[in-house]
């Protein structure tokens, strides 16, 4: 069973950074795909983005250029570094892992993920 623990996320004023950590046990986290989705009040879930076993990466289109993700399998570790951020951003984010050994590409559909962390609370204010 893989557990996925989120941490990093506060109160920031627009135009700040953060950095989120997620960190994941329980499985072999090097043959995992990661990802970060967000869900902000009265909204759907959606996809931020997704890192590959090879550090291959996807951006959702309102984040790209501001936001990015990263993994260091030594810690089994995934993070998102968000610069310049935006009210619009405010959101629980949450971790997302699939097991997938030997597969190359990344996934952007929640249905996809197998494991999910709790979520980190992330608020811009303007």
């Known amino acids: 069973q893989v557990k996925l623990v989120e941490s990093g996320g506060g109160l920031v004023q627009a135009g700040g950074s953060l950095r989120l950590s997620c960190a994941a046990s329980?499985?072999?986290?090097?043959?995992?795909?990661m990802g970060w989705f967000r869900q902000a009040p009265g909204k759907e879930r959606e996809f931020v983005s997704a890192i590959s076993q090879s550090g291959g990466s996807r951006y959702a289109d309102s984040v790209k250029g501001r936001f990015t993700i990263s993994r260091d399998n030594a810690k089994n570790t995934v993070y998102l570094q968000m610069n310049s951020l935006k009210p619009e951003d405010t959101a629980v984010y949450l971790c997302?892992?699939?097991?997938?050994?030997?597969?190359?590409?990344?996934?952007?559909?929640?249905?996809?993920?197998?494991?999910w962390g709790q979520g980190t609370q992330v608020t811009v204010s303007s």
């Open positions: 329980g499985g072999i986290f090097s043959t995992s795909v």
């Open positions: 997302a892992s699939q097991q997938r050994p030997f597969y190359s590409g990344y996934y952007t559909a929640e249905s996809q993920y197998d494991y």
